[in-house]
């Protein structure tokens, strides 16, 4: 296998697995279709890459003298997480254009990927494994490569959320599904807390 396979596999196993911003595509797409869900998967992907890049460019030598800095990371998304799995809980289902509701954003999807320890993890083992002796080459290289795959794998969680909209036409149903959302979110929030 070629590194840039190798690099891709990587990527993809990483990028397309369920998991906290995966969810909330999900959600935003079922909720507010693909045009608006589009916000969060490319804020999303800027901000992944970009903590890839920082951390291919040397930002694992600041975690590595002071590892606080990760169980700080850890539970500020611990709580992110929590938040938003309160906000989709407590959401009333109206899924109507007259809704004041904010809808998905760049900003939340780039701060959700760094305050992610998924996606810490990703980065600290990827950069790792493909550019550990610190060529600037592989480092631009993965982290290209890596965007075009992260934002493709967000996209599609985001696109099944657009078929599951068709079958959320009631209030009630969006109900269900937000609580159903928001407990896959605290669940990936617990499951970061026993790592």
Not at 56 to 64: C, N, Q
Not at 100 to 112: D, H, I, Q, T, V
Request: include cysteine; charge should be positive.
């Amino acid at each position: 296998m070629t590194a840039l396979l190798s690099m891709a596999a990587f990527a993809l196993a990483c990028s397309i697995s369920p998991g906290p911003v995966n969810v909330v595509a999900l959600s935003a797409g079922a909720q507010h279709g693909l045009a608006a869900s589009l916000r969060h998967v490319t804020g999303a992907t800027v901000g992944f890459t970009l903590l890839l890049l920082m951390i291919g460019l040397g930002l694992h030598e600041l975690l590595a003298r002071f590892p606080d800095l990760i169980e700080i990371v850890k539970w500020a998304g611990v709580g992110f997480l929590l938040y938003m799995a309160y906000k989709l809980a407590i959401d009333d289902g109206q899924l109507g254009a007259d809704k004041p509701a904010r809808g998905p954003s760049f900003a939340r999807g780039a701060a959700m990927q760094w305050l992610n320890p998924k996606a810490w993890l990703a980065s600290l083992a990827g950069m790792g494994a493909y550019a550990a002796g610190g060529d600037g080459r592989l480092v631009w290289q993965f982290t290209a490569l890596y965007f075009v795959i992260c934002y493709l794998s967000i996209a599609s969680w985001a696109y099944a959320g657009t078929f599951l909209r068709r079958h959320l036409r009631e209030a009630k149903r969006v109900r269900v599904f937000n609580r159903v959302m928001a407990a896959l979110l605290a669940l990936s929030a617990l499951y970061l807390l026993a790592e």
